[in-house]
């Protein structure tokens, strides 16, 4: 049944990523379980006790990712800092709640589709 080498079905049943990371589902029972804090996986789900921490391990890389997009973001500031000169408090004003929130939106999405990942490598 799984020798067909021309239909992958990898994405079967399988909830939009995005609205998973937006959500925080859990992969097993579609609980919005997922994330303890705005950017924190829970250790485990408290609906179906998923070991959601064991699934998030190997993924620093996450950590890596995000760091560099804070990085570009913050050359992007200097860049229209150059180029505009805005006064500093319109700077804080634009470019923090953009980085915090890129930072935190990257580190949903990233650590969903690790975990899901993982998830899936863990079945039968
Ligand atoms: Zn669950």
């Known amino acids: 049944m799984n020798a067909d080498p021309t ?16 959500s925080g589902l ?7 379980t997922l994330f303890a804090a705005p950017a924190g996986l829970a250790n485990r789900c408290s609906n179906c006790g998923l070991d959601i921490l064991s699934l998030e391990r190997g993924g620093r890389f996450v ?8 990085l570009v973001l ?5 860049g229209v800092d150059e180029w505009l000169h805005p006064p500093l408090w ?17 580190l ?5 589709m690790w ?5 899936e490598e863990s079945q039968p």
């Open 7 to 22: 239909g992958p079905t990898e994405k079967k049943g399988q909830p939009g990523l995005v609205s998973a990371a937006l």
């Open 26 to 32: 859990c992969p097993r029972c579609r609980a919005k």
């Open 63 to 70: 950590g890596v990712v995000t760091m560099l997009l804070a």
């Open 74 to 78: 913050i050359l992007a500031a200097l």
């Open 90 to 106: 319109a700077s804080l004003l634009f470019w923090g709640p953009l980085t915090v929130g890129s930072v935190i939106g990257a």
């Open 108 to 112: 949903r999405f990233y650590k969903t």
């Open 115 to 119: 975990v899901y990942h993982q998830y």
